[in-house]
């Protein structure tokens, strides 16, 4: 990790462009010169209509698209030429993902659904339960921890998927409609579980979502206009 004023600064994204092909040789231009910063610690909304491109952002920004022109910097690393072993590195070093399903292995409890990503990058089982538990400890799942997916709510499920994400001490957290399953009451606890452990962590995430009381909540919130991020006020949404 770097230190000093610069760690602080934990994405740096610029010219970001994406265009799909699609028929008789034309392209679908989707983004078209993204900029965004990202400081650790903050959480920030990412906002637009369906097939605006949050998910194909979110993609690039998480090094599983790539787009040639970006200059893309996480943690300090540039990633803009990077080899598909370096982007494999960093995701599962840098960077965590939450989907609106969990993915959680289903045959695996909750301690050893987050315990997973530390056993791929080879720590003993008794170190990778011990992270784990005390990060479902923190977002209230302490009781849960010999659940199966089944056996837990939605929300609970959400929060395991979040523990599961950020158990390998990444620096971004990417999240796509994590709560966009659930109720409103039982979004607004999985949002306030994930910003509080978010803030705790010194992470910096990135959460699309279609709610808008969700976003007004939000550090800061972007939205996907045309192609182009637009800073919006949250407290305006
Ligand atoms: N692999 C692909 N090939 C062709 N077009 C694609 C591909 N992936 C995404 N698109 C198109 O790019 C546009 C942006 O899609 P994306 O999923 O990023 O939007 P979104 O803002 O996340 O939408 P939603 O809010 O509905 O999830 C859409 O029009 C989609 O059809």
Do not use: W
């Amino acid at each position: 990790m770097n230190n000093g004023v610069m760690s602080d600064v934990v994405l740096s994204l610029r010219g970001l462009v994406r265009a799909y092909p699609i028929a008789d040789g034309r392209t679908l231009d989707v983004l078209k010169g993204v900029d965004l910063d990202l400081r650790a610690g903050e959480v920030v909304g990412l906002i637009g209509p369906s097939g605006s491109g949050k998910s194909s952002l979110l993609h690039c920004i998480g090094l599983l698209e790539s787009s040639e022109e970006a200059q893309l910097t996480i943690d300090g690393e540039d990633f803009t030429h990077a080899s598909e072993a370096a982007r494999t590195r960093a995701r599962l070093h840098k960077i965590g993902f939450v989907y609106q399903f969990h993915h959680l292995l289903p045959e695996f409890t909750a301690l050893g659904n987050v315990a997973l990503p530390q056993r791929v990058l080879g720590l003993p089982l008794k170190q990778a339960e011990t992270r784990a538990r005390g990060l479902l400890e923190q977002l209230g799942l302490g009781e849960r921890l010999v659940h199966q997916p089944a056996q837990l709510s939605g929300g609970e499920q959400q929060r395991v998927a979040i523990a599961r994400a950020l158990v390998n001490g990444p620096r971004l957290l990417l999240a796509d409609e994590p709560t966009g399953n659930l109720d409103p009451q039982t979004s607004q606890q999985v949002f306030d579980a994930l910003r509080t452990i978010v803030k705790a962590q010194g992470v910096a995430a990135l959460i699309a979502t279609h709610n808008l009381e969700l976003a007004g909540h939000m550090d800061r919130v972007v939205s996907l206009k045309d192609g182009r991020l637009v800073e919006t006020v949250p407290g305006s949404l």
